[in-house]
């Protein structure tokens, strides 16, 4: 497959037959390569993102081995700690991917644990 388009969260991707459009929370879209011009290809691509508008999203989630608290030996020791992170996102998927990424960059020492996603755009 070969990716064509990116924006948004949502792709659009070829495998030489059809013309795929996924990624949005409206599901997955295909035309066929044969009965698809340029024009009529951008107008659907173009649909496609509007109806796949950016969700605010708020992810919660647990990282562990947080190293910030010391014991009475003067040692660290390691600590959950309950967070969240708000993000625009076309899905819940790509929601948790963002929070996740997130939480590598500036946390690399600690494990990621999903608790529960919620969509507070509205």
């Known amino acids: 497959m070969t990716i064509l388009k990116e924006a948004n969260g949502c ?3 070829t495998d030489g037959e059809s013309y795929i459009m996924a990624g949005g929370h409206t599901g997955r879209h295909m035309l066929s390569v044969q009965h698809t011009d340029n024009e009529r290809l951008e107008g659907h691509w173009k649909g496609y993102l509007a109806a796949n508008p950016l969700i ?3 992810v919660h ?3 562990e ?3 910030r608290e010391y014991n009475a030996n003067g040692e660290k020791v390691a600590r959950k700690r309950r967070t969240h992170r708000t993000v625009m996102a076309c ?3 790509d929601a948790t991917a963002q929070a996740k990424a997130y939480s590598r960059r ?4 600690c494990y990621f644990t999903l ?3 919620e969509e507070v755009s509205k």
């Open 11 to 13: 792709t659009l991707l």
């Open 56 to 58: 605010k999203y708020k």
């Open 61 to 63: 989630y647990v990282r």
């Open 65 to 67: 081995n947080q190293y």
């Open 91 to 93: 899905n819940i998927a």
């Open 106 to 109: 500036f946390y690399p020492q």
């Open 115 to 117: 608790e529960g996603v």
